[in-house]
């Protein structure tokens, strides 16, 4: 997220809308190299909706958004998480300030230990961007930052993307896309974030989306450190 604080410094005029889905504060190492999307938005004047389904996240983005009611834009909160279903869903509480949908990433990137009791786990409501959207609503920037749940979100927004009511979609790049890349990050399999055949990388991967993407007319650009 480094270089998007700059380019919505650049591109973002007046009440833009922006959404932030996954928006849990980052913490204070990851604050010396970037800003929240939410929170750039709302010094440039604009309207956020900021959703975080976890109980702990939900908090802490409430405490956090309430720092900053005398900046220009405004923010509402809800404790919600996307994909491409509406719903209800269980959530693993494991990790830090991070928290899945689903058991995938049990074994993976969380201990499987951290999956097994009650007390790991937390019901949360589900949605996604198109039913949220509506048939004729819009965003200027939809930025999606959800464990690994990403590819599932942008498919829960695929009519408004096919109807080009999105501007700007920013998304996670990470582990957590599919097993393929979890191994390849927890091994150090290769520094080009896959293993084994790249011709038979389980998708999601980078370039299905980017297909994917590229095929509802955006254009795709990598951000982040050369690895």
């Not at 309207?47 to 996240?57: D, I, L, N, T």
């Not at 509480?93 to 993976?108: E, F, I, P, V």
Request: aromatic letters at 8%; hydrophobic letters at 40%.
């Amino acid at each position: 997220l480094g270089a998007i604080t700059p380019f919505l410094e650049r591109t973002l005029k007046g009440a833009s809308r922006c959404w932030d889905i996954g928006a849990a504060p980052m913490g204070e190492e990851a604050h010396a190299l970037a800003e929240d999307v939410w929170k750039t938005c709302i010094k440039l004047g604009g309207e956020v909706r900021a959703f975080e389904p976890s109980a702990k996240g939900y908090s802490k983005l409430l405490e956090a958004g309430s720092e900053l009611s005398e900046l220009p834009g405004t923010m509402t909160v809800h404790k919600l998480a996307f994909s491409n279903f509406s719903g209800e869903a269980s959530l693993t509480r494991a990790g830090h300030n991070t928290a899945s949908l689903g058991r995938k990433g049990c074994g993976l990137w969380l201990d499987a230990k951290e999956c097994e009791g009650p007390a790991d786990w937390e019901e949360v409501e589900v949605t996604s961007v198109d039913k949220e959207l509506g048939a004729s609503g819009s965003l200027e920037v939809l930025k999606v930052d959800v464990e690994g749940e990403e590819w599932s979100v942008l498919l829960g927004a695929q009519k408004a993307l096919d109807e080009g009511r999105i501007g700007l979609v920013i998304i996670e790049y990470g582990d957590k896309w599919s097993e393929d890349t979890a191994l390849a990050s927890k091994q150090f399999w290769s520094v080009f974030h896959h293993h084994g055949d790249p011709g038979k990388l389980f998708e999601p991967n980078l370039k299905s989306v980017v297909t994917w993407m590229q095929a509802r007319n955006y254009s795709a650009y990598f951000v982040g450190s050369v690895t």
